[in-house]
């Protein structure tokens, strides 16, 4: 299996800062036929199912505002919420769907300060 | 609206079997691969498995700590997905989500959720 490691575990960003959440796979996700890495990023706020936020590693799902933003490729991936808003507060995932044996990341954080 | 609600959830016994639906509107459910992830108390999002369109060949894969006790099915004349989930442990207490998988080339991210179903195995 591939194993998703996010860093950090937990983070508190006030108001309008950068808040930027890092995912390392234990192997790349690179696709060498289309060059596409296999990787996406998730949103769960409290008592609400995940919402998917990238895919690609860096393509925006449709509605997702524009202050997310994915990054990365092969085995080092980046989200980074530009300007940290209080609706952002919630723990976002990373996902590998390169093996088919997908795979989460255990989840970060994201506070307020 | 696209839409994904998942019923069946509940209390049950270690070693019990349990089968969780998946009612699926607003999509041609038929085109679409199909997920399960679950979600232990206060932990992360765990993938359970998948089941392929039958355009393609509507197999199913699992993770390895299901293999061999869920099974994901589906109905497209119903537009439902099925896990029938059996020997049951403590372990498999979670909330459990279905999922649509992307439907376009070399994109497989989960991009529809339903609102789970909850299921707590417990003598």
């Known amino acids: 299996d591939i194993v998703m490691t996010q860093s950090p575990d937990s983070l508190a960003v006030s108001l309008g800062e950068r808040a930027t959440i890092n995912c390392k796979s234990s192997q790349s996700v690179l696709s060498s036929p289309n060059n596409k890495n296999y990787l996406a990023w998730y949103q769960q706020k409290p008592g609400q199912p995940p919402k998917l936020l990238i895919y690609?590693?860096?393509t925006r799902e449709s509605g997702v505002p524009e202050r997310f933003s994915g990054s990365g490729s092969g085995t080092d991936f980046t989200l980074t919420i530009s300007s940290l808003q209080a609706e952002d507060v919630a723990v976002y995932y990373c996902q590998q769907y390169y093996n088919s044996l997908r795979t989460f990341g255990q989840g970060t954080q994201v506070e307020i300060k | 609206e696209v839409q994904l609600v998942e019923s069946g959830g509940g209390l049950i016994k270690p070693g019990g079997s349990l089968r969780l639906s998946c009612a699926a509107s607003?999509?041609?459910?038929?085109?679409?691969?199909m997920s399960w992830v679950r979600q232990a108390p206060a932990k992360g999002l765990e993938w359970v498995g998948r089941?392929?369109?039958?355009?393609?060949?509507?197999?199913?894969e699992y993770a390895a700590p299901v293999r061999g006790r869920f099974t994901i099915s589906r109905d497209d004349s119903e537009n439902t997905l099925y896990l029938q989930m059996n020997s049951l442990k403590t372990e498999d207490t979670a909330i459990y989500y279905c999922?649509?998988?992307?439907?376009?080339?070399?994109?497989?991210?989960?991009?529809?959720w339903g609102q789970g179903t909850k299921v707590t195995v417990a003598s």
């Open positions: 089941i392929r369109s039958k355009s393609d060949g509507g197999t199913t």
């Open positions: 607003g999509f041609p459910f038929s085109k679409y691969w």
């Open positions: 999922t649509r998988i992307q439907y376009c080339s070399g994109c497989y991210a989960f991009d529809i």
């Open positions: 690609w590693a860096s």
